[in-house]
């Protein structure tokens, strides 16, 4: 697959000229390589992502990351496939190799001469380099690949712009869940910009059918909710009820301070699939279902800081919502063989989250919508307010949907680990969220956040510290206890693994099923006992031997120091040996 010539700053001339001429630019769906990053038409019909779906195999993808100024003056990023297509869809199954290159096509301008270091292609080192606002990488979130170079180290990979293109290459192992999954940029204190500016793709782990059989036969639809700056920063909220609109108030960062009230001027935009909702008129995006048809909705919530609470109502009335999957893990596979859907009135996703599930569209007529409700970010949070995303129109003439998924599913034999929650910790481990600003004598400077382990003393992370933070043995499993010591949400999320909750706020949850990003409470500044999670994390898959990080989604959180780092020691080779005789390698 060969990249386009046509240099980027040409094309998009060419789109300004046919804009002047009354030409029609091309749709996010019809970019042509060439085209910059294209956001959709305020009001427009969702359009699916592109699927590249991988054969014999095999996916091999080759993905520039582009930029341009838009109309505000913000930086919107992108990945362009070789087709033209805008942040496709990767659809892999299990076994697949991977094979992804990343050319980084940053302006000329970004560009960073005199590397101490680069990442180059495939044979050469991860050996970091400058990070800066022109230099990138890739996380595939929530795979179970090696945190090594070329396949999921985000650490010490860093592709400049004069860097040829780096190549990613690994295997879907066999036992990935099958689920949704993502792509995204994760250059400490420059995550936050990227991703906000558009920089995210979904992945999917093909086969959910196969495990929970809720999922067969569905027509998918993939949903990408990103969040943006402001497109009417100015703009007073309109007035929806007889509430005075609150007023608006700022933190260190310059972000919108929650309300409390659901709603006023929220801290971000959204957008679904490019298409923009934005502040303060709200004018949903339009999906449109055949009537009464069941759908699987596959829903991401890529956004740099902000929550989703996804409802779909006809007229004001919520609809039942049948989660067959979080965040990439069929709900029925950790042992919940009794549970195969979780119903529920509205659902939470934090940053970085995913939740697939199925949705019974309305007969012909009935007004409905996709709505995010308002989430309580705390005191010291960004208001989310509730907001329309996409109005659900019915039409019997709807076409077809791009992918449907097998009706008939083969029963696939899947090698599964004994459940987490029947697995014994070997060990506890506290750590906390917290926060302070940069200048004890300002609470108006910036703020600088904290992950700490408990008993050590709160630093903010350091890319260039060589010593991990946590040290585990691969083929433990532990519990971890984090609080929230901080007035705002914050959004617990590690690479390599997936997790259980066990406790929220130290009550025993009935969660039989597994995450990779949890949402922590916030602190209410007065109360004895800080708000926590309890997880059993799970280091028993040979795979996540290495070093990586566990981190706030909140990607200013990230940027600003809530991160760290553990390493996971390869288990004594005869110990493994000998478990594997007895069978105990994953029952430890
Ligand atoms: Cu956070």
Known sequence: ????????????????????????????????????????????AVPEPADLRSRNGELEVELAFRSFADSQGQTRYCYVDGAGNQSPTLRVKPGDRLTLKLRNELPASERVHNMAGHAGAKGEDCTGGPMTAASTNLHFHGLLIPPTCHQDDVLRTLVQPSASPFEYSFEIPQDQPPGLYWYHPHVHGFTKAQVLGGASGALIVEGIETVNHEASGLAERVLVIRDQELVNPDAAPVQTDSMPAPQVLRDAEGDILNTGTGTGKPAKDLSINFVPVAYPQYQPATITMKPAEKELWRVLNASAITYLDLQVLFKSRQQMLGVVALDGVPVNQNGNRDQPIVWKRHVLIPPGGRAEFAVIGPKQGVPASLVTRTVDSGPAGENDPTRPLATIVTSADAPPRSSRLPASPAILARAHATPLNQVAPARVRRLYFSEKARDPQNPNSPTVFFLTVEGKTPTAFDPNSTEPDITVKQGDVEDWIIENRSQELHDFHIHQSHFQLLEWN?????EPYLRDTVNVAYWDGHSPVYPSVKLRMDFRDPNIVGTFVYHCHLLEHEDGGMMGTIRVEARDVNAQTAEKSTGNHASR
């Open 1 to 44: 697959m060969r990249f386009d010539r046509i240099p980027r700053c040409r094309a998009f001339a060419l789109c300004l000229i046919g804009v002047v001429l009354a030409l029609p630019c091309r749709s996010f769906a019809g970019a042509k390589s060439g085209d910059v990053c294209f956001p959709g038409a305020p009001g427009g």
């Open 506 to 510: 130290g009550v025993p949850v009935d």
